[in-house]
């Protein structure tokens, strides 16, 4: 038995002695701890606000939250003018177990919550508030709250938005772990306006709540936004933060986006649908009853370093309903083109400013800078056009804020003067200000450039001189002929198209050379040349292929003959019709006279082929020859083989190639 099972045996029988006295040491340590804490560190002190922005009739909480002391008395609400306190203090006191590398200490947090009801729009400042904690004064910062008008804010309340069902894949939220994941996660929408115009710009904002217990590992990069009778632009790129909901630490990410009401009437927003890869806190480690404490005695420590596996969990709003109306037609320009916002039109910019002439194109550059729909505002018009060559404008806008909202566009156009001037007209400018409710136009001053008169197309005629004096009297005398009127010169003439001999002579020299017959002719003889080639390559390569299959085919003949002459059952009649046959295809392989062709002559000197091919006729048209089904005796075998093998001469092209009737066919 080890010593550790002994240990155990002996601190179970004494479990009801030893139960008292740990409980007394584990308090002293822990008391020990809280001193050496507040020993080491002096207490901290710091005011919140449950949101910046509020409006008239929605409250907010203001938060002081201690740390690491204890006040002597209960704190004092702030007091502001045109801010109510509806309730408070609440109080909420807790302890905190911490590890601080070998040692433990505990942490004492506490908070003290107030509701304040703003009754009138503006910007407060919450002043800071003074406490005595543990003998020291400690003073927080001061807060700044914006109150707006009643219908001009968004729907986030005072607190977070009401918890939904937002386990993965769906549910009914009413079981105890979807209750749990609710307050780890959540959702909200905010838009900053209850009420907006038709093709009014509205900023809006998505906000991803994420317990400090769980981790976030990717953001969603595409939020889903739905609903009927809006459009919303693309949201910008997640922007992360730190925010206490209820007093509870929470790492929120932020989507922003554009939303333009495209129809009159009550318009649902939402829910947006938001799909985030987290770790959510998993399942702390049980602890077995040791010297009689329970694992409750642990509760306080963090469970931060226990998570579940990544997953991704699907995250929705609340819809939020705002109420679009038309644009007023009362004082609306005849050139309205649909900017609604707050805009101001800069100083437009000419260039060149000098030196110009008539016919001189001018590059026009006029700014708009504000807030409000860029996408949808037309470029500034000129008052007055005439006398000038107007082409279309263009732009280019660049973004003050993450979902271009606000920023500067700047409007190019080019103009041509017809004649000369000393100023251009003004660009007029006009937009719908949705918090005025009324229509601006807004013009630049007349812009300064001077145009001087192009250079004239008639000639000017020649002063007379004192030397011709005499001649124009006697012209006076005698009337001169009329003279042709000279034509006018024109600014650009016109392209001949009469083909003269002149013009054509000037065509045919400057004809391109692929138009030309000598290039063609050229070209045809390397053509030519090439299809012959390829004509000769492929014939002399079919007559290669042909007589390789001969070749071939006469081979396989062979080596069927030499099986015949070789196999022993083999009857006399095939033996001497294979041999005759043997011997006509060596004369045909060698290219030499074959044996049964005799020459004009009519002498063979070769006596033992005119055998062979004497017995193959004898036994072949005799009808049954002596001896046709009788086996070939060896003596008899042996002497056609030895006569075989001697006409078996391989011809000299295929030197090389083994020879089709074997050496030991002879011997045998």
């Known amino acids: 038995m080890t010593p550790a099972i002994r240990i155990g045996e002996r601190l179970a029988r004494s479990h009801h002695r030893t139960r008292g006295f740990l409980s007394a040491w584990l308090l002293v340590c822990l008391l020990c701890a809280a001193s050496a804490l507040r020993a080491a560190e002096p207490p901290t002190a710091e005011a919140q606000l449950s949101r910046p922005t509020t409006e008239v009739g929605v409250p907010v909480d203001y938060r002081l939250k201690i740390t690491g002391g204890q006040p002597s008395t209960d704190p004092a609400a702030p007091r502001i003018d045109g801010i109510e306190v509806v309730s408070g203090p609440d109080f909420q006191s807790s302890n905190t177990i911490m590890f601080d590398g070998r040692n433990m200490r505990m942490q004492r947090t506490t908070i003290y919550t107030f509701r304040l009801l703003p009754t009138r729009p503006g910007t407060f400042t919450i002043p800071a508030s003074s406490l005595q904690l543990d003998g020291a004064t400690v003073q927080t910062r001061p807060l700044t709250l914006t109150v707006m008008p009643a219908g001009n804010t968004g729907s986030l309340g005072a607190g977070r938005a009401a918890p939904r069902s937002n386990a993965p894949g769906g549910g009914s939220g009413n079981n105890n772990d979807n209750a749990r994941l609710d307050q780890l996660i959540f959702a909200e929408l905010i838009v900053p306006k209850k009420t907006a115009y038709v093709g009014e710009a509205i900023p809006c904002e998505v906000r991803l709540y994420l317990s400090a217990r769980a981790r ?62 987290v770790q959510l806190p998993g399942r702390r480690p049980r602890l077995r009853s040791f010297g009689g404490f329970d694992e409750d005695v642990f509760d306080n420590f963090p469970n931060a370093f226990f998570f579940s596996p990544p997953q991704q969990v699907q995250v929705k709003s609340e819809p939020v309903n705002i109420e679009a109306r038309p644009l007023p037609t009362a004082g609306q320009p005849a050139n309205f083109s649909g900017a609604i916002g707050r805009f101001e039109l800069g100083t437009p910019e000419v260039n060149p400013k000098a030196g110009v002439t008539a016919g001189d194109p001018l590059t026009v550059r006029v700014p708009v800078k504000g807030k409000g729909n860029f996408d949808r505002i037309a470029p500034p018009a000129l008052a007055d056009a005439s006398g000038l060559h107007a082409y279309p404008p263009t732009s280019k806008f660049k973004a003050d804020d993450e979902v271009g909202l606000s920023g500067l566009k700047t409007f190019e156009q080019v103009l041509i003067p017809q004649g000369p001037r000393d100023a251009l007209p003004r660009y007029r400018f006009n937009y719908f200000d949705p918090g005025e409710g009324r229509y601006v136009e807004l013009q630049t001053a007349p812009l300064a450039v001077r145009v001087a008169p192009g250079a004239d197309p008639t000639p000017s005629p020649t002063p007379p001189t004192a030397a011709s004096d005499t001649a124009a009297t006697a012209a006076t005398s005698t009337p001169a002929p009329s003279a042709t009127p000279t034509p006018p010169v024109r600014d650009i003439l016109y392209i001949r198209s009469d083909y003269g001999p002149p013009v054509r002579r000037l065509a045919e020299a400057f004809r391109p050379v692929w138009q030309q017959r000598s290039f063609w002719l050229a070209q045809s003889l390397p053509a030519g040349a090439l299809l012959a080639f390829a004509a000769w390559a492929f014939t002399r390569r079919r007559a290669r292929n042909d007589a390789l299959r001969r070749r071939a085919a006469l081979a396989q003949e062979r080596e069927a003959l030499r099986r015949t002459l070789r196999e022993e059952r083999t009857g006399r009649r095939e033996f001497y019709t294979a041999a005759a046959r043997w011997l ?34 004898e036994l072949t048209y005799s009808g049954g020859g002596v001896g046709e089904g009788e086996p070939l005796s060896a003596g008899e075998r042996r002497e056609v083989l030895a006569t075989l093998a001697a006409h078996d001469v391989p011809h000299p092209a295929a030197a090389a190639a083994p020879s089709l009737l074997p050496a030991e066919l002879a011997s045998r």
Not at 246 to 261: D, N
């Open 584 to 617: 006509e295809l060596s004369g045909k392989d060698n290219g030499a006279r074959l044996p049964s062709e005799v020459s004009a002559d009519g002498v063979n000197d070769d006596a033992a082929v005119q055998a062979i091919i004497r017995r193959r006729d």
């Open 216 to 277: 976030l590992l990717e953001a969603d990069g595409n939020p889903q936004l739905s609903g009927e009778g809006f459009s919303a632009g693309k949201f910008s790129q997640p922007q992360t933060g730190l925010q206490s909901v209820e007093g509870a630490p929470f790492q929120v990410v932020i989507y922003k986006t554009v939303l333009t009401a495209a129809k009159t009437g009550t318009l649902t927003i939402g829910p947006v649908e938001v799909t985030p890869t």
